[in-house]
């Protein structure tokens, strides 16, 4: 099965940045696309961003225009830059990956924890 590692997590302070990365490896299949997703104690998961194989980004919009989503088809590997860092960004981010097999499969990483404190 496709695993998916997360990296770049940590502490920083309101106004900072962060760059997170996701390997995906072990897919038979081309993925489709890879996201992340955030999860604050008490609140739903939610999309952050994603982007596919072609380039085509979708933000959520309490993110756009701070982060930025990229990715490196060769190595399977998304990153999320984010920038202008505010306390309710504050969560667990997890990365996701879509691969379309006979149904669409999503799989998750065990996600990475951004605080933003001061």
């Known amino acids: 099965q496709v695993q998916l590692v997360e990296s770049g997590g940590g502490l920083v302070q309101p106004g900072g940045s962060l760059r997170l990365s996701c390997a995906a490896s072990?897919?038979?299949?081309?993925?489709?696309?890879m996201g992340w997703y955030r999860q604050a104690p008490g609140k739903q998961r939610e999309l952050v961003a994603a982007?596919?194989?072609?380039?085509?980004?979708d933000y959520a919009d309490y993110v756009k225009g701070r982060f930025s989503i990229s990715r490196d088809n060769a190595s399977n590997t998304v990153f999320l830059q984010m920038n202008t860092l505010k306390p309710e960004d504050t969560a667990v981010y997890y990365c996701?990956?879509?691969?379309?097999?006979?149904?669409?499969?999503?799989?998750w990483g065990q996600g990475t924890q951004v605080t933003v404190s001061s």
């Open positions: 982007i596919t194989s072609r380039g085509i980004t």
């Open positions: 072990g897919s038979r299949y081309s993925i489709a696309s």
């Open positions: 996701s990956a879509v691969l379309m097999m006979r149904t669409t499969v999503v799989y």
